[in-house]
């Protein structure tokens, strides 16, 4: 089951999500009536963004953290008359009636087998519709993982998937996807100070980590990785991609 996220948190730092998530919304394309799937829709931060490109389309906003759907209705209620909520785990099929479009940012590589992520996509897709997105993707947070591996911690990716190009080009083909267009690019993220680092890292990358620790035994793991990282910056991997469903 997807983890329960403290969405207040993150929707107050999750700025880097927020700016990746703005520059996949730009390679959107929507016609007036249509509906799309935002597979993953967090606190809302960038699906206020898509509804307000597309004036006249509808939202379905799916997340599996009841937390983050409440804070996605708060924000997105301006829009109500143009957004449905749905409680769904991507791993499994979706509980949607097929829309003409699938989008999501950050979200992807939370979901560990991603053969069924885009067989319940494409089953959630009308034929000829299009997927947009953006996830983690190979060589993603490199870092983290030699901090944690110097720490003894078992690794996150354990519970993620971080995947190529290839290897998405070729799950995407069988679940049905034609048209298929994916690459990786680099996204260097800078932090001021430590504090604000360890704060991202525990609400973020190391949310799967800390979950069962005590608040202060989880400030303490987040500080002692952001300490390890070579400096204040996190080395963001971001696997775009774009398809249709075949018809």
């Known amino acids: 089951m997807p983890r329960d996220w403290d969405a207040t948190t993150y929707d107050r730092i999750a700025d880097p999500q927020f700016r990746w998530g703005v520059a996949v919304v730009e390679r959107m394309d929507l016609a007036d009536g249509e509906t799309v799937l935002d597979a993953g829709c967090g606190s809302g931060r960038v699906t206020e963004a898509l509804l307000e490109r597309f004036p006249q389309a509808n939202v379905v906003a799916l997340d599996g953290s009841p937390s983050m759907l409440e804070q996605a209705r708060a924000r997105l209620e301006p829009f109500a008359d143009r957004v449905a909520f749905v409680e769904a785990d991507l791993h499994e099929p979706l509980p949607v009636d097929p829309v003409d479009a699938v989008f999501s940012t950050a979200t992807f590589h939370w979901v560990p087998d991603h053969d069924r992520l885009f067989a319940n996509l494409a089953g959630a897709i009308r034929p000829g519709g299009r997927l947009v997105a953006q996830c983690g993707g190979a060589g993603n947070l490199a870092s983290v993982v030699a901090a944690l591996e110097q720490l003894g911690t078992a690794t996150f990716e354990g519970n993620k998937v971080f995947a190529s190009a290839e290897e998405t080009t070729a799950r995407l083909r069988r679940a049905g996807f034609d048209e298929i267009r994916c690459w990786l690019h680099?996204?260097?993220?800078?932090?001021?100070?430590?504090?604000?680092?360890?704060?991202?890292?525990?609400?973020?990358?190391?949310?799967?980590?800390?979950?069962?620790?005590?608040a202060e035994e989880a400030d303490a793991f987040a500080l002692e990785v952001a300490r390890r990282l070579p400096r204040l910056e996190l080395d963001y991997v971001r696997l775009n991609i774009e398809a249709r469903r075949a018809g």
């Open 186 to 214: 680099d996204e260097p993220t800078p932090f001021d100070r430590l504090e604000e680092l360890a704060t991202f890292l525990k609400t973020v990358a190391l949310g799967s980590h800390v979950v069962s620790m005590s």
